[in-house]
Nanobody, 122 residues
Framework: QVQLVESGGGLVQPGGSLRLSCAAS????????MGWYRQAPGKERELVAS???????DYGDSVKGRFTISRDGAKNTVYLQMNSLKPEDTAVYYC????????????????WGQGTLVTVSS
C-alpha cells in the first residue's frame, strides 16, 4: 500500500504565497514522476506542475512564472511553491505519483493523495 499525504493548504490573500508538501509512504521501490493537479468547483481536474525523477519539470500555462515544483528523492516528497496567488488559483490541490512498489514490477502504479484546499481571497 502506498499513500500520498498533502499538507500546506489554507486561506491566503491575493498576491500571497503558500507552499504545499506531499510525502509518499508505504511500500515503495521507486517513484518516477510526481506532480500536482487541481480542481476548482465546477471545473475539470487540471495539471498544475509535474517533475520527473531526473528533475525535468512541466507547468500548466496559468501558473508558469508563479509556481515552482521541486522534489526530495531521499524523502519521497514533492513540493509546490506558489507565489503571486490569484483568486482563480482557488481549488483542491491533489498530489500524484507514479510508483513501483517492488523491483520486479514492469509498470508504474498511479497514486493520488486526498487533496488539500487552497483558498485565495481577501
Amino acid at each position: 500500500q502506498v499513500q500520498l499525504v498533502e499538507s500546506g493548504g489554507g486561506l491566503v490573500q491575493p498576491g500571497g504565497s503558500l507552499r504545499l508538501s506531499c510525502a509518499a509512504s508505504g511500500s515503495i521501490f521507486s517513484i518516477n514522476a510526481m506532480g500536482w493537479y487541481r480542481q476548482a468547483p465546477g471545473k475539470e481536474r487540471e495539471l498544475v506542475a509535474s517533475i520527473t525523477s531526473g528533475g525535468r519539470t512541466d507547468y500548466g500555462d496559468s501558473v508558469k512564472g508563479r509556481f515552482t515544483i521541486s522534489r526530495d528523492g531521499a524523502k519521497n516528497t514533492v513540493y509546490l511553491q506558489m507565489n503571486s496567488l490569484k483568486p482563480e488559483d482557488t481549488a483542491v490541490y491533489y498530489c500524484n505519483a507514479d510508483v513501483k512498489r517492488h523491483w520486479y514490477e514492469t509498470k508504474y502504479l498511479e497514486v493520488w493523495g486526498q487533496g488539500t484546499l487552497v483558498t485565495v481571497s481577501s
